[in-house]
């Protein structure tokens, strides 16, 4: 069960180049999420789906697309990098039970992502 | 909008000894969840427990036990017999019916031999 995948680990990038994190489960876990984490800031939520067809914004939202077009995958683009999203990437998944977030999330091992 | 607040960026511990983390929150959610996470150097996000804030009882993890206080807005995490593996980044966090699941900034905790 290899649980909550993501690609790559590392990537450098250089400004104004775009590119997509994979990130990719294999729970049949309805929802699913991008967190950055920068030291002394915590994790912040990007963007996160409950569904396919569904996507919805978090904190920080801004240079980032995301689609989810099946319960599996949930791609995280960046259009233009800029020196500001040097940062780790985490992606996590959970069922969706009931009215409430209630479920433990499963994470990823992180992307570490540079951009000069 | 949810907020989550860790006030001891670090923390240390010797070996055996037991030691507490805090954590307080505010949200506006009547029906919510709390969390702590522990992230080792290894990076990977590990669920420590989890606390239902319907529920009075403290939950227990085996040597990771909670103290919620409800009205406070208080959600700590004791440690007890503290192992070196238990060294680590631990996140509190607070999730509620907008499926946003909010962190804290952390509390980075040494355990000394």
């Known amino acids: 069960n290899a649980g909550v995948t993501q690609t790559p680990k590392f990537q450098v990038l250089k400004t104004g180049q775009s590119m997509t994190l994979q990130c990719a489960q294999d729970?049949?876990?309805?929802?699913m999420s991008w967190y950055r984490q920068d030291p002394g800031m915590g994790l912040r939520l990007i963007h996160y789906s409950v569904g396919a067809g569904i996507t919805d914004q978090g904190e920080v939202p801004n240079g980032y697309n995301v689609s989810r077009s099946t319960t599996e995958d949930f791609p995280l683009r960046l259009l233009s990098a800029a020196p500001s999203q040097t940062s780790v990437y985490f992606c996590a998944s959970s069922y969706v039970s009931g009215s409430s977030y209630n479920s433990p999330l499963h994470f990823g091992n992180g992307t570490r992502l540079t951009v000069t | 909008a949810q907020t989550v607040t860790q006030s001891q960026p670090e923390m240390s511990v010797q070996e055996a000894e037991t030691v507490t983390l805090s954590c307080t929150y505010d949200?506006?959610?009547?029906?919510?969840?709390l969390f702590w996470y522990k992230q080792p150097p290894s990076r990977q996000m590990i669920l420590v427990i989890r606390q239902e804030a319907y529920k009075q009882q403290n939950a227990t993890e085996n040597r990771f036990s909670v103290n919620f206080q409800k009205a406070a807005k208080s959600f700590s995490l004791k440690i007890s017999d503290s192992q070196l593996g238990d060294a680590a980044m631990y996140f509190c966090a607070v999730g509620g019916s907008n499926y946003k699941l909010t962190f804290g900034k952390g509390t980075l905790l040494t355990v000394n031999p």
């Open positions: 729970m049949n876990h309805e929802y």
């Open positions: 949200t506006s959610e009547s029906d919510y969840y």
